[in-house]
C-alpha cells in the first residue's frame, strides 16, 4: 500500500522515492540496462497497526541533490527518521525523535514531511507536521549538523495542528515561507479549531 511519493530528479532523469507499508523505496530508470529498477532503501517502523513509512521527502546537501531522505513512520506514525548513504552507497536509517506514544487505534501524530531551503545557505532542512492532539502537535524544523552521524538541530515553529505543508514565497521577500492545514477527520481527529495558517519565515541570517 503507498502512502506517499516524491518526484526527484537525478543524473537528468525524473525517478519516485515511494513510502509504503513495505517502508522507502526507490523507483528509477537505468539507462545502461534499458529497465526500470526498485531499490528498496529501508523498512521503516512496524508497530501494532501499521508498518513502513508513511511520508517522504529527500534533502540537498552542498551539491548533493540526493543527501538525505527524511521520513515519516510509519503510516500515521510517531517516528521521524533520516536515511544517509554510507560510503558503501547503501543507506543507514538514524531515528531523529519518537512523538508519543500510538493511540487505541495505532495511530502516532504525524502527517507530513517536506524537505527545502529555508535559511538560503544552499542546504535543505526538513519540517514535520503533527496533526496533535498537545503536546504532539504543531511543525517542527530540523537541520543538519552532521550528515555522517544523524545529527540534526531541531526547533518548534508553530503550535497548530498540522495535516499537510505547502511552501511558497508569500510575502515576496526572498525566504520561503509555509502553510498548514488542521488536521480534522471523524473518526481519527479532529483539532479544536481547523484552519488553514500561513508562517512567515522571518530568519534574519538569510
Not at 542546504?123 to 530540523?142: K, Q, W
Request: with cysteine; proline share 4%.
Amino acid at each position: 500500500m503507498i502512502h506517499d511519493a516524491k518526484l526527484i530528479k537525478k543524473d537528468q532523469l525524473d525517478s519516485l522515492l515511494i513510502a509504503s507499508r513495505e517502508g522507502i523505496s526507490w523507483l528509477y530508470f537505468d539507462p545502461t540496462k534499458n529497465q526500470w529498477i526498485i531499490e528498496h532503501i529501508g523498512a521503516g517502523e512496524s508497530q501494532k497497526a501499521f508498518s513502513g513509512s508513511g511520508s517522504v521527502d529527500v534533502g540537498t546537501i552542498e551539491h548533493d541533490t540526493f543527501a538525505y531522505i527524511a521520513t515519516a513512520e510509519p503510516f500515521h506514525g510517531n517516528t521521524v527518521a533520516v536515511y544517509t548513504k554510507s560510503m558503501n552507497t547503501t543507506w543507514k536509517r538514524y531515528v531523529l525523535d519518537v512523538y508519543g506514544q500510538p493511540n487505541e487505534q495505532g495511530e502516532g501524530p504525524i502527517h507530513h514531511i517536506v524537505c527545502a531551503d529555508f535559511d538560503n545557505d544552499g542546504d535543505d532542512e526538513f519540517l514535520v507536521a503533527l496533526r496533535g492532539p498537545s503536546p504532539n502537535e504543531g511543525v517542527y524544523y530540523y537541520k543538519s549538523i552532521d550528515l555522517s552521524r544523524g545529527l540534526f538541530h531541531k526547533w518548534k515553529v508553530t503550535n497548530d495542528s498540522a495535516a499537510r505543508i505547502t511552501l511558497s514565497d508569500f510575502d515576496d521577500d526572498g525566504r520561503l515561507d509555509f502553510a498548514t492545514i488542521s488536521y480534522a477527520v471523524p473518526g481519527y481527529y479532529v483539532s479544536p479549531n481547523p484552519s488553514v495558517n500561513i508562517f512567515y519565515n522571518k530568519n534574519s541570517s538569510t
